[in-house]
C-alpha cells in the first residue's frame, strides 16, 4: 500500500527516473529490503494508467529511459494520504495473549513461555540498539519505532508476569 | 568470574528482600538486573557492592569473600575497585563539577595537582571539560549523571555499579549517558552492573537477568532460552 505513495511523494519533491526513484526508496524506505526493479517499473505503470504520473521517454545512448513526473491527480492524493493518521491498531487479538491464555488452560508453564518471550524481545532490543550505535539518523529513528513497540510488549509481558495467578484463576474458572 | 553473589539472602525487619539470590558476573562484562518495584534488585546490588551485608550466603569479588570483611576493608575496596552511579547523581552540591569528580582520588589520597589532572581528562570524555568550575546544582540532569559517571570512573575501577542511571532523564538524554557510561566503561576493560526497569538501558548491557520476590532468574542459564 505504502509503495505507490511513496513513490508519488519521492515524485512530488522532483521528477525522476525509475532507476533513481528506486535508490531514493532504497535509502530512506528499504530498511535492507531493496524494492525490486520489476516492481518499481509495474507501479509506475500503474500510477501512470491511473494518471497520477506522466513517462516522458528521453532519447539517449543506452535503452530507452522515462523521466516521471506527479500530475495534480497524484499530488491531490499524496495531500490526503499525508493529512490521514494511520489506524490506531487495537491489538487486542495478540499472539502473546492467546498463548498465555491457552498454557494456563492446559496447565503448561505459561511463565516459562513469558520468560522466553521476555528475552527474546530483549534480544532484538539489543540488536536495534547495535543498529542505532553503527547506523544513520533514519536507521536509528526506524530502530527506535521498533523498540518503541517492542518496549511496549515487554511492559505486557512483566504486567501479565506479576498478574499471572490472578489469570490463571480467570481461566480455570471460566 | 570478577563478582559473584552466592545464595543471598537479606530481609528488612521481618520482610525479606533477597532469598537466596545468585549472580555470577564476569570480568568487562556488562549486566543488566532488571525487576518490578521492590523486586530486590537494589539490595542485590548493595549486597554485590558491599554497602549492606547479606544475612546468609555470600559475595565474592575477584576470588576474595567480600561480605566477611570488616567495615574499614570494605570501604577500601568500594574506594579503590568500584564506581558508583546512581539515579540522581548524588553529587555533593557545594562543591564545583571538578571537585566532584576529584574526589573519590582525594580520599584515596592522590596528590591533589594529579587528582585535579585526572579529573580534567574524565570531564573531557565526557564532554563536559567546559563545566568544570560550576557547582553541580546549575547543571542540567543528564550533565549532572555525566559527572556522576566522571566520578564513578576517575580511579579507574574494577566494577562499577549503577542503580537506575537514566532513571530521571528524558528518553534520548539517558540514552546518550548510557551510551557514554558502557562506551567508556568498555574502553576501560570495567565490568558494569546496572540495576534498571527501563528495557532500551538494558538492551545496551550484554544481557539481563531478572529479579522476581528476591530471586534472580537468567534466562539464559534456566533454558528458558534456546
Same mark, same amino acid.
Given at each position: *500500500? ?73 499530488? $491531490? ?14 491489538? #487486542? ?23 522466553? $518471550? ?46 499471572? =495467578? ?9 | ?32 538486573? *532488571? ?27 575477584? =576470588? ?7 567495615? =574499614? ?65 546549575? #547543571?542540567?540532569?543528564? $550533565?549532572? $549523571? ?36 558502557? =562506551? ?43
Amino acid at each position: *500500500m505504502t509503495v505507490p505513495l511513496a513513490l508519488l511523494g519521492l515524485l512530488e519533491r522532483e521528477p525522476s527516473h525509475g532507476y533513481d526513484l528506486k535508490r531514493d526508496y532504497d535509502t530512506f524506505f528499504g530498511r535492507g529490503r531493496p524494492l525490486p526493479f520489476g516492481q518499481v517499473y509495474s507501479t509506475l505503470g500503474r500510477l501512470a494508467r491511473d494518471g497520477k504520473v506522466t513517462g516522458q521517454s528521453e532519447p539517449g545512448d543506452g535503452p530507452d529511459r522515462k523521466r516521471y513526473a506527479i500530475t495534480p491527480l497524484g499530488r $491531490q492524493e499524496v495531500a490526503t494520504w499525508l493529512a490521514e493518521p494511520v489506524a490506531a491498531e487495537p491489538y #487486542l487479538q495478540t499472539v502473546l495473549f492467546t498463548k498465555v491464555v491457552l498454557a494456563l488452560m492446559l496447565g503448561r508453564d505459561a511463565a516459562g513461555y513469558l520468560d522466553a $518471550q521476555r528475552a527474546t524481545h530483549m534480544r532484538r532490543m539489543r540488536e536495534l540498539t547495535e543498529v542505532k550505535r553503527g547506523g544513520s539518523l533514519t536507521d536509528a529513528l526506524l530502530a527506535d519505532h521498533a523498540m518503541f513497540h517492542l518496549e511496549a510488549d515487554l511492559r505486557w509481558i512483566d504486567v501479565t508476569q506479576a498478574r499471572l =495467578g490472578a489469570l490463571a484463576e480467570t481461566v480455570r474458572a471460566s | 568470574m570478577i563478582i559473584e553473589a552466592r545464595k543471598v539472602s537479606r530481609s528488612y525487619g521481618s520482610t525479606p528482600a533477597l532469598r537466596e539470590a545468585d549472580l555470577s558476573v564476569a570480568a568487562g562484562e556488562v549486566v543488566a538486573v *532488571m525487576g518490578p518495584s521492590g523486586s530486590g534488585k537494589s539490595t542485590l546490588l548493595h549486597c554485590l557492592a558491599g554497602i549492606f551485608t547479606p544475612d546468609s550466603g555470600e559475595v565474592w569479588f575477584d =576470588g576474595r569473600r567480600l561480605d566477611t570483611l570488616d567495615d =574499614g576493608r570494605r570501604s577500601e575496596l568500594r574506594r579503590t575497585a568500584f564506581g558508583f552511579v546512581f539515579q540522581f547523581g548524588q553529587l555533593v552540591p557545594e562543591l564545583t563539577v571538578t571537585d566532584n569528580v576529584m574526589l573519590p582520588l582525594l580520599l584515596g589520597r592522590t596528590r591533589r595537582k594529579h587528582a585535579e589532572r585526572r579529573a580534567a581528562e574524565w570531564l573531557e570524555r565526557l564532554e563536559l571539560a567546559d563545566l568544570g568550575g560550576r557547582r553541580t546544582g546549575e #547543571l542540567s540532569g543528564g $550533565q549532572a $549523571q555525566r559527572v556522576a559517571i566522571a566520578r564513578a570512573l576517575v580511579t579507574r575501577p574494577r566494577v562499577v555499579f549503577a542503580d537506575e542511571p537514566t532513571g530521571a532523564l528524558d528518553t534520548l538524554t539517558g540514552e546518550h549517558v548510557m551510551n557514554l557510561l558502557v =562506551g567508556l566503561a568498555r574502553e576501560e576493560g570495567a565490568t558494569v552492573i546496572v540495576v534498571t526497569h527501563d528495557a532500551r538501558v538494558a538492551a545496551c548491557a550484554d544481557r539481563e537477568v531478572v529479579v522476581r520476590d528476591g530471586r534472580v532468574s537468567d534466562p539464559y542459564t534456566t533454558g528458558a532460552v534456546r
